[in-house]
C-alpha cells in the first residue's frame, strides 16, 4: 500500500490552500475584476499613472489594443486629457534618447474603470517583440502639476492562429 510521508501531506495542504485562495480572490467583494491585478502605476515628479492595456495586458501582434493611462496628482486627484498636452510614443525595446518613435498613436479622451476622461489610444503592433510605451506631458493653462515622462514595457505576443 502507498503512504504519504508527513512532509508530502503539509506540502499537499498547501498546495491545495494556494488554489482555494486563488479560487476566491476573483470572486472577493472588493475587486471589480481579475484586471486589477494587470495595472501597473509610475511615478514622475508630482504625477503617477496607473496603466493598463487591453486586452489584459496581452496584446497580439495585427491586432489592436487599447492602452490608457489614469494620470493623477500627488494626493490623488485625477487629471484629464483636456489639462494635459499629452504625448504617446512607442519605440522598440532598447531605444536610444532621441531615437523617433516608431508610432505616435493620437490620445483620446475615454472612461476606463472609475476614470473619466483620461489619455487612451488604440494601438496595433506591428509584429512580436518587447516595446517600450512612453507618455510625456505638461500642464496646459490653469492645470496644476509639474511635466512628467513615464515608461512602460510591452510584451507583444504573435497573432493567434487556429489550426484545423
Given amino acids: ?28 467583494p472588493q475587486l471589480n475584476s481579475i484586471s486589477v491585478w494587470a ?16 486586452p489584459n495586458h ?4 495585427g491586432q489592436p489594443a487599447r492602452v490608457w493611462f489614469a494620470l493623477t496628482r500627488r494626493g490623488g486627484q485625477i487629471i484629464p486629457l483636456d489639462q494635459c498636452n499629452c504625448k504617446l510614443g ?7 534618447q532621441g ?15 472609475r476614470y473619466k476622461g483620461i489619455p487612451g489610444a488604440d494601438i496595433v503592433f506591428p509584429k512580436a517583440g518587447i516595446y517600450e510605451l512612453e507618455l510625456s506631458g505638461d500642464p496646459k493653462k490653469g492645470a496644476n502639476f509639474k ?8 510584451t507583444v505576443a504573435l497573432r493567434h492562429v487556429r489550426r484545423f
Fill in 39 to 54: 495595472h501597473e502605476v509610475e511615478v514622475s515628479g508630482d504625477v503617477a499613472a496607473t496603466f493598463h492595456l487591453e
Fill in 90 to 96: 512607442v519605440y522598440s525595446k532598447g531605444y536610444k
Fill in 147 to 154: 511635466p512628467f515622462k513615464l515608461t512602460y514595457t510591452v
Fill in 58 to 61: 496581452n496584446p497580439r501582434a
Fill in 99 to 113: 531615437d523617433k518613435p516608431l508610432m505616435q498613436p493620437p490620445l483620446k479622451a475615454i472612461s476606463a474603470e
Fill in 1 to 28: 500500500m502507498f503512504r504519504l510521508s508527513n512532509k508530502s501531506k503539509s506540502l499537499g495542504l498547501l498546495v491545495f490552500l494556494g488554489l482555494l485562495v486563488e479560487a476566491a480572490i476573483p470572486s472577493a
